[in-house]
């Protein structure tokens, strides 16, 4: 009997770790939904003239920098000529595609953020946003579904 509750806890402990593993890097450079890497778009060209290109799927190509794993979402930045907010609750990336250059795909939004912490405006986080009651601003923010690195590098 001792024996099966210490099984038991050590194939919990083990399901636990694989739980909370890092994702890795697939080898083909490809994360969420197939990206048509030829409808591609200047990042500029969106800030530029975001009306344009809201709430419309694109995908643009530039490098990721600072993923970051919330709960349930990963968000990073992609910089390329500006900077364009990203996130996902679809797929998890590696940290080891931070600062790659890569293919985005998604839906381009314009939500509201809290202008001092730069949060989601709504239910809990603005109650965390911001205690003081600053103004709000908008946001773009790419809602991805897929990711593609823009060259695999052999090892």
């Not at 969106?46 to 349930?72: A, R, T």
């Not at 609750?89 to 998604?106: N, Y």
Request: glycine share 10%; with cysteine; charged share 25%.
């Amino acid at each position: 009997m001792r024996y099966r509750i210490l099984l038991t806890l050590f194939l919990s402990i083990l399901m636990f770790m694989g739980c909370i593993q890092e994702p890795v890097e697939n080898p083909e450079g490809k994360y969420g939904t197939p990206v048509d890497t030829k409808k591609g778009v200047a990042l500029r060209d969106i800030l530029d003239d975001k009306g344009m290109y809201l709430n419309h799927e694109i995908v643009i190509k530039g490098q990721i920098s600072s993923i970051n794993e919330q709960v349930g979402i990963t968000t990073f930045e992609i910089i390329d000529n500006g900077i364009l907010k990203c996130a996902t609750e679809k797929f998890k990336l590696p940290k080891s595609l931070d600062k790659k250059i890569v293919f985005v795909q998604g839906i381009l939004k314009e939500i509201q953020v809290s202008s001092k912490k730069g949060r989601d405006v709504g239910g809990e986080y603005t109650l965390g946003a911001d205690p003081l009651g600053s103004s709000y601003q908008e946001e773009l923010r790419l809602d991805v579904t897929g990711i593609q690195v823009a060259e695999i590098y052999k090892k």
